[in-house]
Structure formats: C-alpha cells, structure tokens
C-alpha cells in the first residue's frame, strides 16, 4: 500500500483518514512488483525495506547497504557523513554505484526528500527517550541534535573495564558490531534531516498513521468485502471495493453527506 498526505495538515498527519491510498496491491515486496503495481503512478508524476526496494539497493545486510551514501559495514560507526549521492547520478550510473541493483522507481524525487521514519528510529532507541523527544522538538537544531546522538552512541558501544571477575568490573554495553542501520543514520542524517525539513519537523514523516491505515484496510477487507468472490456474474476485486469505498468516504467528507444513517429510536409505551 502506497498513500500520500499533506505536509501542511500539520494537525492531521498522525490521522489514517488523512492519508489516502493511491496504490492497494496484493503481493510481495519486491521491486518487480512494485514496478508494476506503480506504473501508472510514475508515468504521472519510513520503513527501509521499502526505501531500499525502491531505490533498488541491496539489503541491510549486505556490505554495501546505505541509501544516501556510499558506506560499507566497517563504517557503520562513524559519526560525520553526509548525503552525498545523487538520484541524477544513481539513475544514470546505477550498475556503477556499489549497492545499487538497477534503476530507482522514484528517480524523480531528490535523496533529500527521502527521509527516514521517526517511528523505527523510535523503536530502536527506546532506552533514551531524550533523543526521541529532540526529534519530535521542531526546535531541535541539527547541530544540538549530532551533539546528543554522538554521546548516546559512545555509551552505547562503550567498552567493559576492567577484570570480569573482579569487584570494580564495569560491564560495556554492546560492540560496535551490533550497530544497526537505523542507529547508523540516527546519528549521521537525523540532525541533517532536521535541518532540511525545519519547516515540518521529522514527526511529519513519521509512518505511524500509515501503519494504522494499513491495520484499516485489513479489518475492511475482511469486514467489508466479499474477498473476490460472491456471484461470478457480478464479482468484483476486493482492493477495488476497498477503494471505492475510500473515494465515497472522501465524497461524503468533502460534500458534508452523512455516511451513516442514524439507528430509529425505540420508545417504550406504558
């Protein structure tokens, strides 16, 4: 499921009914199917899963992984790079690029706009909800923000000292090892996000409210639908009654037409 929304509707972004779909497809995750569910889409115009199959680059856990700049997996801990692909240059030279498998589907969108989702970056920083707050803070700067995801990745790959077997042993945290991607670009391209998109702040992209619309799409898919069958005279694709059932939600909203009707009321005479 794709959806689109309005960065501007500061106040309803966090709000599934805001985000509506424009492309509902059964089938896997991959960047053939993607390019044909999304053809017609392109022709007019947060999870990194999704990022990556777009972009057409290998997985995360491959040695060259990382969709804003060339980086391999012995520079997963560094703290000082900077975007500095180009979506011109991948579109053009993407079998010379390392990671890159073939052509990005959305090469018209710059690796700028391509921001990672705050709420996987939430899920693996749990443990300090200061650098979560900093992110949801649109007066966070970049620079205050690159300070703070310094520190917290120094303690989090800070060494055991001293003799496990004696008293004043301090136990490190994890290895350097066990830095993931999101932790990579927690503390590499968050601050410059920030900067970037001042204007929205990074909870504008969070895929919180996508999550609960795809938990939507399923409850009316089995609630809602004949899931493709029904009378072979008259059968009709369960995603396409899935959206029209969205385009007529978005007709009553925008005419003032009631959905629903009200339930009669009882009255009990004595």
Same mark, same amino acid.
């Given at each position: 499921?794709?959806t #689109?929304? +309005?960065?501007?509707d500061l106040d ?9 779909? /424009?492309?509902?497809? $059964? ?9 044909? *569910?999304?053809?017609?889409l392109? @022709? &007019? ?26 980086? @391999?997996?012995?520079?997963?801990n560094?703290?000082s790079?900077?975007?500095n692909?180009?979506m &011109? ?7 010379q ?6 052509? $990005? ?9 391509? !921001? ?9 920083i #749990? &443990? ?5 707050? /900093? ?13 703070? *995801?310094?520190?917290?990745?120094? *303690? ?13 042993? %301090?136990?490190? #945290? ?9 932790i990579? !670009? ?13 204007k929205?702040?990074l909870?504008?992209? @969070?895929? @919180? *409210? %996508?999550?609960?619309?795809?938990h ?20 009709k694709?369960?995603i396409?009654?899935? +959206?029209?059932?969205?385009n007529r939600q ?18 009990? /005479?004595?």
């Amino acid at each position: 499921m794709i959806t #689109m929304t +309005l960065l501007n509707d500061l106040d309803g972004l966090q709000k599934p009914d805001n985000h509506y779909t /424009l492309v509902l497809y $059964p089938g896997a995750e991959t960047y053939e199917s993607l390019k044909n *569910a999304l053809t017609p889409l392109i @022709s &007019d115009f947060s999870n990194w899963k999704f990022l990556a199959t777009c972009l057409e680059i290998k997985a995360a856990n491959t040695v060259h992984f990382y969709l804003w700049y060339d980086c @391999s997996k012995n520079d997963i801990n560094t703290t000082s790079k900077i975007i500095n692909k180009s979506m &011109d240059n991948i579109k053009a030279n993407y079998n010379q690029i390392n990671g890159h498998i073939r052509e $990005p589907l959305f090469h018209m969108i710059s690796l700028k706009n391509w !921001v990672v989702d705050e709420l996987h970056i939430f899920l693996r920083i #749990m &443990d300090r909800f200061e650098l979560y707050h /900093l992110i949801q803070d649109k007066n966070t700067t970049g620079e205050f923000f690159c300070y703070k *995801a310094k520190s917290w990745l120094d *303690a989090f790959t800070a060494p055991s000292i001293g003799h496990p077997n004696r008293s004043d042993f %301090v136990k490190g #945290m994890y290895r350097v090892q066990d830095i993931t991607p999101y932790i990579h !670009v927690l503390c590499n391209h968050v601050a410059e996000f920030l900067e970037i998109h001042h204007k929205f702040g990074l909870s504008a992209f @969070s895929c @919180s *409210a %996508v999550k609960k619309k795809n938990h939507m799409q399923v409850y009316l898919y089995f609630q809602n639908t004949l899931k493709n069958g029904g009378n072979e005279n008259f059968q009709k694709s369960a995603i396409l009654e899935m +959206l029209e059932h969205e385009n007529r939600q978005l007709y009553f909203n925008s005419n003032s037409v009631p959905s629903f009707l009200k339930k009669s009321k009882k009255y009990r /005479l004595q």
